[in-house]
């Protein structure tokens, strides 16, 4: 607006100066106008002004008031959240209870018995599905064992062929194969009943 104003003055102005050299009437009175136009815009520019300085305190007496609502609410779901989470971590805290608050009965170990033996069937079950250690084939046994069919016994997902009396076997599915053909497929003589030691004395 300010600008408009300022060139209307111009204008007026240059034209008052070209009335004065020509001597014309007609460029005075455009000058005239063109200033009195100025006036009327600088005086609507000024009453909007001061329309917008008195409704400017009141729009910011209510934005404060706002954050002010704003800060009180997000102050009082903090002091909600913290009890809750006091109360989270004193509870975590608190070892596990029975249904009268009494400590909940925990199974002591029997004096006298180290902690590890208290899962005597778990373990017996982990040493029996742990297959036997690898049997140590000397070179001249290994040279009888591979042209043999003799017929030895595998157990599937094992890794050891095993004669047919092997105690390790007590209990498990068996699958009868020759002993040389195990050891094409990749299966290991079993060291707890020595199937090349066995076959291979029995056939010298």
Do not use: N
């Not at 136009?37 to 600088?42: P, R, T, V």
């Amino acid at each position: 607006m300010l600008y408009i104003v300022l060139l209307l003055v111009l204008a007026a102005l240059g034209l008052l100066v070209t009335a004065l050299i020509t001597g014309t009437s007609l460029w005075a009175w455009v000058s005239i106008g063109l200033s009195v136009l100025a006036g009327l815009l600088l005086l609507v520019d000024w009453l909007r002004r001061r329309k917008r300085a008195d409704a400017g305190p009141d729009e910011d007496s209510e934005e404060p008031a706002d954050s002010e609502d704003s800060d009180a609410e997000a102050a009082e779901e903090k002091d909600e959240a913290a009890p809750a989470e006091e109360d989270a971590e004193q509870t975590a805290l608190i070892p596990a209870t029975g249904e009268l608050g009494d400590p909940a009965e925990v199974p002591e170990p029997e004096l006298g018995k180290p902690a590890a033996e208290a899962g005597p069937q778990s373990e017996a079950k982990a040493v029996r599905d742990t297959p036997p250690g690898v049997e140590e084939t000397a070179p001249e046994d290994l040279e009888v064992v591979k042209e043999l069919e003799d017929e030895v016994v595998v157990v599937d997902e094992y890794p050891r062929y095993h004669l047919v009396d092997c105690g390790w076997l007590s209990g498990r599915d068996t699958i009868p194969i020759g002993v040389g053909e195990a050891r094409q497929l990749g299966f290991t003589p079993c060291a707890r009943c020595g199937p090349d030691a066995v076959l291979a004395a029995a056939h010298r």
